[in-house]
Each structure stands twice: as structure tokens, then as C-alpha cells.
């Protein structure tokens, strides 16, 4: 395990593993770099890269900074991107595919190329007040200290089956997984609006846009629409794929792609 400082001074923990183009790994809500669907995925595609495995603020091992904000993070991706050289690519999944769009944004070209999975912005009204209510009850039980019930509530509101969450007590990485519970604000802050079409129109790094076929409906419907505006975007769905993408089904077209 390895350390670089933000410049706010928050601590972000991070692994190096595997060969060739640097890729940093940018996870999702609730997970951290040591979860197994995590390890998996980094085991999968240290196959052809080198990938920087790091928690995000306020996860692992990582320390964290208050006040929270989008900006932050990407600080964070910088320091890792100094640390690997200066120049990295990113890989970004569920709100880390934000992250990794508004890092491309921001730092320029010290970012080389973008690969994101689900994004998951809202899409239209309806799904945003549903949204809404949903942050309201999260927020509501983290203030309470009810981390546990704001986790279950969270999965729950994104589209986890009720049978996954009723088992995650069970699961051998709950234990962590529920004290991650108030860094859900920040990736509901990451994905509380429709995404910024414009914004995004200048994006100028080489970006590949995924969805799966089985992903919710707001993913596969904003998913096309960013790949619509990012210069020279490269969108596909992946078929039978859902949120949870196998990472072995990823690898063949991160290479097509990094080959180019």
C-alpha cells in the first residue's frame, strides 16, 4: 500500500499492480479498493495495464477532508496521476464514470484517455424527484447515525433486488461496506442531476463510453447522450451485461482501445 497527499492534505491509499499503460481505477458508491468485486476486476485487467487501485476519500484507508465537493476528487485523481508520472489514463465505473469524465474535463492533457461504465445521471424528471426522495431518507438516517439502514435504503433505491440486500449482512465484506455509508453524499452529489451536456461539448481526451443492455434505464439513456457531445466518442452497449460488468468481458475492448 502506498500513499499520496491531495491538496487539501486528505491521504488517498492506493495499490500498483500488473504491466503496461498506466490505468487508474476509479470505483463506485460503496465499495472501496480491497471489496472482492473490486480485486477482480483490478486482477482482471493488470493483465494489460497498470493499474492504480486507490480508496477514495473517506474509504479504506484513505482519510478524508470536510468539506466534500466534486473538485476535491479530482485533486485526488491528480495526485495519483502525479505519482504514476504525470500522465495516466482513467477508468471510471458508476459514479467513478463521473469522476473520471469531469477529471478529463479539468486536468487536460494530463489525462490520456477515458474509459467509463454507467454513468449513472438521472434522465428526466421523474427519475430526478425519485431521486430526490431517495437522498432525502439516505441523508436523513446518516444524520441519525443509522449507516447500516442508509446503505440497504441506497441500494435499494438504485435497483439492488430486495433478496442482494436483504443478504448483504451475510456477506463477508458488510462489516466495511455499511461504515462507507456517509460517502454516499458524496456520490449522490456526483449524480443527483441530468449530466452536463455542455460542459462535456469540451472534453478533448480520446473517451470510450460504455452501458450494459441490463443496466437501468437511466444509464442507457444518458449513456448515448454524452457520447452525442464529447468530441470523437466511442459508444457501445454491451449486451447482457448490468451494472456489475464483468471485468473479463471489458478487457478485449480496453485493449482495442489503448491499442489505437
Known amino acids: ?29 460503496s465499495v472501496f479498493r480491497n471489496f472482492s468485486p473490486v480485486l477482480q476486476a483490478v486482477k482482471a485487467f493488470s493483465q494489460n495495464f497498470t493499474i492504480y487501485n486507490y480508496d477514495r476519500r473517506g474509504r479504506g484507508n484513505s482519510s478524508d477532508t470536510k468539506p466534500y465537493s466534486t473538485e476535491k476528487e479530482i485533486d485526488d485523481i491528480e495526485a495519483l496521476i502525479d505519482a504514476a508520472g504525470g500522465k495516466a489514463n482513467l477508468y471510471g465505473h458508476s459514479s467513478g464514470a463521473v469522476l473520471a469524465l469531469e477529471a478529463a474535463l479539468k486536468l487536460g492533457e494530463k489525462v490520456e484517455k477515458v474509459v467509463i461504465y454507467d454513468a449513472p445521471y438521472v434522465h428526466n424528471e421523474t427519475g430526478k424527484a425519485k431521486y430526490k426522495k431517495l437522498t432525502d431518507n439516505v441523508l436523513t438516517q446518516l444524520s441519525e447515525g443509522s449507516n447500516k439502514r442508509a446503505m440497504k435504503t441506497f441500494l435499494s433505491g438504485i435497483g439492488m433486488p430486495k433478496f442482494f440486500v436483504w443478504l448483504l449482512p451475510l456477506s463477508p465484506g458488510w462489516k466495511t461496506m455499511h461504515t462507507l455509508a456517509p460517502t454516499l453524499a458524496y456520490d449522490i452529489d456526483l449524480t443527483k442531476d441530468f449530466p452536463p451536456l455542455e460542459r462535456f461539448k469540451n472534453i478533448r481526451t480520446p473517451t470510450l463510453i460504455f452501458v450494459g443492455s441490463k443496466s437501468p434505464e437511466n444509464i442507457r439513456t444518458v449513456g448515448p447522450q454524452i457520447a452525442e457531445v464529447v468530441p470523437d466518442a466511442v459508444f457501445e452497449e454491451i449486451d447482457g451485461q448490468d451494472h456489475m460488468v464483468s471485468a473479463k468481458v471489458l478487457l478485449p475492448k480496453f485493449k482495442a482501445f489503448f491499442d489505437k
Open 1 to 29: 500500500m502506498k500513499y499520496v497527499t491531495s491538496k487539501d492534505g486528505t491521504k488517498i491509499a492506493y495499490d500498483i499492480s500488473g504491466s503496461g499503460p498506466v490505468l487508474i481505477n476509479i470505483t463506485g458508491a
